[in-house]
């Protein structure tokens, strides 16, 4: 497939933008969110995508940046069985509270693929496919979120 950008405006696109952008992926998938919510990451066939990926290599790694992680736990059992199964690989962080305003949405893949909301409320953006002029602005910004962010969401919850 040859460079591509293309708009969606409904939720049914959003989601074909982030299952054509983890397909993709070859080495590493970042995401970003308010609380993985919109994206549906936990059914089934999204939940292979990134089980897939996962088992390509020992260095392929998924970075996931949430406002509010409190529930993902109970409402992502996939995800967090990914987690689980690929400690090493997955890593979710929790944004500081001064940048919970930040309402865009993302998932990229390999600096060059990408499915952008301009914002969680809103079902319009755009999906980015080997674009990596277009996608390096939001990767670099990814990499700002996740310095900030403090890790979150440990793989096995301990108890007594």
Request: charged share 25%; proline share 6%.
């Amino acid at each position: 497939m040859s460079a591509a950008v293309d708009a969606f405006d409904s939720e049914a696109g959003y989601r074909d933008a982030i299952d054509m952008t983890l397909a993709g992926a070859g080495q590493e998938i970042r995401i970003f969110d308010r609380n993985l919510e919109g994206m549906a990451l936990d059914e089934p066939a999204r939940s292979a995508l990134l089980a897939t990926f996962l088992v390509g290599g020992n260095d392929r790694r998924i970075k996931i940046v949430v406002h509010d992680p409190e529930r993902l736990p109970q409402n992502f059992p996939r995800l967090m069985a990914l987690m689980r199964g690929h400690s090493h690989a997955v890593e979710i962080r929790q944004s500081p509270d001064h940048l919970r305003g930040v309402s865009d949405c993302q998932v990229l893949a390999d600096r060059k693929h990408g499915a952008l909301r301009t914002h969680a409320d809103h079902a319009r953006g755009k999906r980015y496919w080997d674009c990596p002029n277009d996608i390096h602005p939001w990767w670099q910004r990814f990499d700002e979120l996740w310095h900030e962010s403090q890790p979150c969401c440990p793989a096995t919850s301990l108890g007594l």
